[in-house]
């Protein structure tokens, strides 16, 4: 076993594959974030956000700039069209990319202010996009939104709708399988835990009520898999939690991780961005859903 496995229930057994090991696919990075697989274009691409350059990953051709200057580009996911969606600090914005390159703005104000930072995203099955805007991103006197909010914008819609107000620093988030529960996680420094919604069919949100407390460090980015298990980010690598809250194990990484996603050309590979370098693990499930 990789001694970077901790197995805290043997139930994580059932993630692991006989040959699961962490793997370094590149380092050299300033803060490395917003990992997600791009199926239509065979790679994952990720953030390096200070460094303000996007980067793709195949496992041929290794790691090379595909966007500079970024924005400043945060969290990434794909939509059902096979476009990337990327949450933009310097813009402000979440932008929606083609497999061809075309860039479309797809949302940038809420009631007429500015976003704060837009930072982490998900697409559900329906096409609504879902994505969480606190203010890493920006000065305090840039700030125009009374709220750091977690937003949903509908299809044809050119404005986001607020579903959440009370986060501190809301960030990243992910939907069970079944789409019917959003995690989102608060990396508030003093709160530092992920919040578990019910989605109403009207798309509103209830419920809300503490699913895991994150330590060392805060939740920030989170993927789950197609069982319902919670993978998320930690100040010492991945916790992996049980669809009931039990903690399974965690994946530890050298360095602080700030975000994961599931990919690859069988959907079963890890990818984590931690600090200065990303890191692979190939596991014995799959990523839930499109993200
Ligand atoms: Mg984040």
Redesign the pocket.
Known sequence: MDDSIEIVEDAFYQVLRDDSRLECLADGFRFT?GPAWWAAMGCLVFSDIPGDTIYRWTPAEGVSPWRRPSRHA??HTTDLEGNLLTCEHGSRTVTRTSPQGQVTTVAAAFQGRKLNSP??IVVKRDGTIWFTDPPYGIKPDQREQPANYVFRLDPAATEPVAVASDFSRP??LCFSPDERLLYIADSDTTIHHVRRFTVSADHTLCGGEVFAVIAPGVP??MRMDAAGRLFVTAGDGVHVFAPDGRMLGRIHTPQTA??CAFGGPDGDTLFITATSSVWSIRLATRGAGLS
């Open positions: 974030e945060n969290g930072n982490d960030n990243g920030d980015g700030a975000n």
